[in-house]
């Protein structure tokens, strides 16, 4: 056997075939890796919910079997006391994110688990037991985002600037938080306690 035969697996045609193939076959996988995480990431799929889901309860409860929290889609409770369409829920969510976006919320906060962490992460937020009762949270959190210099002080004593946003904002941020809430984050993140909404009364129909 000739020393060209015994190290063929050295030979640069070797080498360039491979590395051919390897990026060929990577280029097959990221394909179908991106068509995938659009699939999840997408709203109205398993793992992320339509929009229309802020029409109803939204819990965070732990499942044994997969060995941490979880949301849980519960009875009929329109955010703010109305029941809206997909496309006006669509249009309501989107208007918070872009709040959140305009605003620069992660300068300070993160959004499942992306951003600063000088304040809380908002991915639970609007299951955060701070809010107090459940039937005056969602009045609470809009006031408290349009005067946020007037709540107390958390217990690191940090408080939010006020970031002169409007109520109308406020209440899209709001939409958008119990949205994010719904979103299916692996058990993200861990040791939450979520709000007590058992037998709590539904909030009463925002007036005209």
Same mark, same amino acid.
């Given at each position: 056997?000739s020393e060209?035969?015994?190290l ?8 360039r ?7 060929a ?27 229309s889901v802020i ?9 044994e079997?997969r ?8 009875p ?6 109305? @029941?809206? =369409? #997909?496309? *006006? %829920?669509?249009a309501? &969510?989107?208007?918070? +994110?872009?709040?959140?976006q305009?605003?620069?919320c ?9 951003g ?17 009762a459940k ?8 006031e408290?985002?349009?005067h ?7 217990p ?7 970031l @002169?946003? =409007? #109520?109308? *904002? %406020?209440?899209?941020t &709001?939409?958008?938080l +119990?949205?994010m ?5 692996n ?10 909404q058992?037998n709590?009364p539904?909030?009463a129909?925002?007036?005209?």
């Open positions: 056997m060209t035969q015994a063929w697996w050295a030979s640069t045609s070797f080498w075939k491979t590395a051919i193939w390897v990026t076959g990577s280029f097959v996988v990221l394909i179908f890796l991106t068509f995938d995480t659009v699939k999840q990431i997408t709203a109205g799929g398993k793992r992320v919910p339509a929009y029409n109803q309860r939204i819990d965070y409860k732990f499942d079997k060995n941490f929290q979880v949301p849980v889609i519960g009929e409770e329109p955010l703010f006391g109305k @029941k809206v =369409t #997909e496309a *006006e %829920a669509e309501l &969510v989107s208007h918070g +994110k872009l709040t959140t305009a605003k620069n992660m300068d300070c906060h993160t959004l499942l688990g992306n600063a962490y000088f304040a809380p992460d908002l991915t639970k937020a609007w299951l955060d037991p701070s809010w107090g039937e005056t949270r969602e009045q609470t959190m809009v408290f985002l349009v946020p210099e007037l709540a107390a002080h958390n690191l004593g940090r408080r939010m600037p006020n @002169k946003i =409007t #109520e109308e *904002e %406020a209440r899209a &709001v939409a958008f +119990k949205w809430s719904s979103i299916d984050t058990g993200f993140p861990a040791n939450f306690k979520p709000i007590d058992s709590a539904t909030p129909a925002a007036q005209p």
